[in-house]
Every structure is written in C-alpha cells, then in structure tokens.
C-alpha cells in the first residue's frame, strides 16, 4: 500500500508541476534582470548575415545552435504527450534537449516510458539525462542507460525541497555524494553537467564544484518557471516568502569565476534574452517555459515552428551586433544598469568594463 501510494504521489506532484508552470507563463514580471542589459547600438558594427555561423561546443560535441530545450516534466500520461512533442520538434530542428528528473522513472519502471520517447523519438539527437543531487552513482549511471545519453544533468534544487511539502530537507552530504558522481562519471566518459532550477549559482557554488571536478555546469537562474512558487501553491499552509530568494542567470554569471563551460537558462523569454546570456559568457542557453504551452497540447509543429523563429532571430542578432559566431558576442559592448549594476557593486563586479569590451 505505502509503495502505491509513493507512486501516486509523485505522479501527482508532476502533473500539478506541468500545471502551475503553464499558469506562470502568463503572469508578469516586475522587474527582470535581463532589462538592466543593454547592448551599446554600434550602426555600422554589423556583418553579414550569411557570415554569422551558430554553432556551439558543449561537452566536446558540436551544436548546430547555442540553444537547448531545457529539464521539464516526465512520469505521467501528461508527461508524455509533452515529452513526445518536444522530442520531435528537437529532432527536426537539430536541438539538444534534457528530460526532466528521471528518479520517478527509476524508482517506478512503468513510468519510465514517458522518458524513453526523448531518445525513441530523437535517436540522433543530443540528449541530457537528469537526476537529483542525492541521487547514487548506481542511478547516475541507469539514468544515462535509459536514455542512452550523451550527458547527465544533476539538478541541485535545496529552494524547491525546502518548501516542497514531502520534501528532502538532509542537504549536508550533496557536496560528497555530487565530487563521487563527478568522479564515477568522469571514468564513464559521460559528460556531467550540474544546474540549479531556477534560483541560480553563486560564486562560491561554482568554486566548489570545480574543486570537486565538474566542468560544465548551467547557472539556471531565478526569473522563469519559480519551484518554490509552484511548492507553495502545493500547500495547504501559506508558503510564498521564498518566491522572490535566489539570483537570475544574469548575474550569475557576471559573478562567475573562471570555468570551463557554463551553460545558463532561467527566464529566458525571447532571442534577445539568449543572445544577452551568450554575451556575458554562456556557452549555451536553455529554454523551458516559453515552449512548454505548445507542447502540451501535443502540436510537435507548433514547438519546430518556434524553435525555427528563435534560431532565425538569433542569428539576425548576432549579424546587428557584429557577431560572426558565439563568441565574438563576449566582444560586445554591454551597459548593465539598475538593480544589476547595484548588484555588480556589492559583489565588486566593475560594471564600466562590461561596456568598453569592443576597444581592448
């Protein structure tokens, strides 16, 4: 009985995570970090648009675009009409994708086959597997079988457990458990890629898991689908007064130290927001929400459709801004204001810098 009700249970929690995440795409936003960055308008800094190449390394394998579908959802029939629809429109279009967490998959078999339409579906694709920071070496390694990935996302989600009502709140042994994934992973030559969900990673974070031996890792910053608001809303109690905590993926990576690969996503809205993430130094940028609608009604169509237009306007951006490939956009100039520069301020950032990159 207790092994039925764990199933159900998380199967709930995805459908009500597949739920809230659409109602969130419809609310707006205050104040977004990615509107105190500007680019400085260069009128005759442009190449042409057929010099512009998008390509991208990440983990040693080359994309035909720094854009990638983002972790959103798997274990429920809902689930997997998402999952299918995603899976097809990255396949038509060239785009890496990364399925949401595969512990309901491997914890409950019968689950895992709205996961495996990721690969079904994609068989030439980049694909990334994904499992919780608590989880073992033992289930890393199953997680990449089952989707026969080319990398593994470990997500680090301490906001969302905290507030998560049968949440896992035993914090202090992830540090160990994430440098003995990253070492077993490592000898398994698959690439390991750590994110947060949504509320960002600090300096300090990011000096730690390169002491531990991670080289890729993806800032994933508050501003786009909020966990702590979705666990809120989960709640009989009232909840809501860590909806606003974490940092967006602006600033982390303003803040970031020295790094192989770093990835970032987190309230990305439109191809301008990418290219601004590219700019400050991502190697790749990921989206969820913005796709998320479409792919829940199953219309794989409508999902190439969009990934179509955010590639095409991508690249257009890259030609006004003198890019000819990703990264000569580290070479823009970028006017940071508001409460970014007040942060950059805090955290002894030189905001100036940033907008005099194109004279060094």
Not at 5 to 34: C, M, P, W, Y
Request: with cysteine; hydrophobic share 45%; charged share 20%.
């Amino acid at each position: 009985m207790e092994n039925v009700t764990n199933v159900s249970l998380a199967q709930n929690r995805k459908d009500d995570h597949i739920r809230f995440a659409i109602e969130q795409q419809g609310s707006a936003q205050t104040h977004r970090d990615f509107d105190d960055v500007e680019f400085l308008h260069h009128a005759l800094g442009g190449v042409n648009l057929e010099q512009v190449r998008l390509q991208t390394m990440v983990a040693d394998i080359e994309w035909q675009h720094p854009l990638y579908i983002n972790a959103m959802t798997g274990g429920t029939a809902a689930a997997l009409q998402i999952n299918s629809a995603l899976a097809r429109a990255a396949a038509a279009t060239g785009t890496a994708l990364a399925a949401g967490s595969l512990g309901v998959a491997l914890d409950q078999p019968e689950t895992a086959v709205s996961f495996k339409v990721l690969r079904e579906l994609n068989p030439e694709g980049f694909v990334f597997a994904n499992i919780g920071a608590g989880r073992s070496v033992s289930d890393a390694l199953r997680a990449v079988e089952l989707l026969q990935a080319n990398a593994l996302q470990i997500h680090i989600n301490t906001v969302q457990e905290t507030v998560m009502p049968e949440g896992d709140r035993d914090f202090g042994e992830w540090i160990d458990n994430l440098a003995n994934l990253a070492s077993a992973l490592e000898r398994d030559g698959v690439p390991l890629v750590v994110k947060e969900v949504g509320f960002g990673l600090s300096r300090k974070t990011l000096k730690l898991l390169s002491e531990i031996g991670v080289k890729i890792a993806d800032v994933s910053g508050k501003g786009g689908t909020n966990f702590a608001q979705i666990e809120a809303e989960r709640r009989s109690d009232s909840y809501h007064y860590l909806n606003s905590f974490g940092q967006s993926a602006v600033v982390s990576l303003l803040d970031a130290p020295e790094f192989p690969e770093l990835l970032a996503s987190g309230g990305v809205k439109s191809p301008l927001d990418a290219v601004k993430l590219l700019a400050l130094g991502a190697r790749a940028v990921g989206v969820a929400g913005a796709f998320l609608p479409a792919a829940a009604t199953g219309d794989h169509e409508k999902v190439v459709e969009q990934l179509k237009w955010w590639v095409s306007r991508m690249r257009e951006l890259y030609a006004l801004l003198g890019a000819a490939n990703t990264s000569q956009l580290t070479s823009t100039d970028v006017l940071l204001r508001g409460r970014v520069r007040e942060y950059c301020q805090l955290r002894a950032i030189d905001p100036a810098g940033y907008a005099r990159r194109s004279e060094s």
